[in-house]
């Protein structure tokens, strides 16, 4: 990675989000997923950040950045990557997100189209919920034995160390299991701030207010080039994200594509590096 800086952008309301730069060139903002886990997208930016200004943030109330909270809403999520780009002095920028994160730059693009280059949404999972039913059969096939063990500590609170083993398992089946998909859980804890937890109502009053909004309805606002990256050993069926893919090509054929990377799972830039690079 090429020298990183690190400081807060203070947004209007007076949440400080935690901003980190690193590189020269065209700009491109990273959104985390989750919602309501933290930046992790380091690995990404080390691809990136030797002919791009990588821009990598922890959203309101997560990680770092304040306002833990809420309330917390899909426009506000928007609004503070605007405010980003502005509080920054950037004229437009690539927007590249991963799982929640991708939503987040698409909707941003429709909302902010002049300021936006290009979209990259890597792991999304499309519009709707066809994905959620078959993610939840794969995904307690993967924890196997250790399912019972996931569903208790979700049940409850946690002491830190039930945290730590509550996450590994909760991520583990993200990673294809032909990999080392618990050193890559491991890795992903790691890139966890000192003290910090996953921002839970962040998650759920994210998660709601994303399911009432239609995200097929986005497309029609969209002008940039948008590629969709799936892994095709992603627990999320990378079948979920057609309907949207054909929503953008209804506009533009040529702008939109899909390439399904083999084997990668949800986390892309950790388990499959060389895939994720534009």
């Known amino acids: 990675m090429q020298h990183q800086r690190e400081y807060f952008v203070e947004l209007p309301d007076g949440t400080q989000l935690w901003v980190a ?8 903002v990273c959104c985390h ?14 691809l990136l950040d030797d002919s791009h200004l990588v821009v990598r943030f922890d959203q309101r109330g997560c990680g770092r950045s304040t306002t833990t909270d809420g ?35 698409l909707r941003y693009e429709a909302a902010y189209p002049d300021r936006t280059t290009a979209v990259a949404c890597l792991a999304g999972v499309g519009a709707g919920e066809a994905w959620r039913e078959p993610y939840i059969v794969e995904r307690n096939r993967r924890l ?27 991520w583990r089946p993200d990673f294809s299991p032909a990999g080392d998909a618990e050193g890559h859980a491991a890795a992903l804890w790691r ?50 994200t ?12 040529s702008s939109w594509t899909k390439p399904v990377t083999p084997p990668g799972g949800s986390a892309l830039m950790r388990s499959r590096p060389p895939y994720s690079r534009p």
């Not at 730069?21 to 491109?28: D, F, I, L, Y």
């Not at 999520?77 to 730059?105: F, I």
């Not at 759920?204 to 080039?225: F, G, I, M, Y």
């Open 144 to 170: 196997g034995a250790e399912l019972t063990r996931w569903q208790h500590l979700g049940s409850r609170m946690r002491t830190p160390d039930e945290e730590k083993e509550w996450c590994l398992l909760q």
């Open 71 to 105: 309330p917390f809403t899909v426009a506000q999520a928007v609004d503070d990557l605007e405010r980003l780009r502005q509080a920054m002095g950037v004229d437009r920028w690539a927007v590249l997100g991963h799982s929640w994160g991708a939503e987040l730059a």
């Open 21 to 28: 730069t690193s590189g020269e060139g065209p700009p491109v």
């Open 191 to 240: 890139t966890r701030p000192p003290g910090t937890v996953v921002n839970g109502r962040a998650n759920r009053e994210l998660t709601a207010d994303s399911a009432n909004q239609d995200l097929l309805e986005v497309p029609q606002h969209v002008k940039a080039p948008v590629i969709l990256v799936q892994g095709a050993d992603d627990p999320r069926p990378w079948t979920a």
């Open 33 to 46: 997923g989750g919602p309501g886990l933290w930046d992790y997208l380091g690995d990404l930016a080390d």
């Open 242 to 253: 057609d309907g949207l893919l054909n929503a953008l090509r209804v506009r533009d054929a």
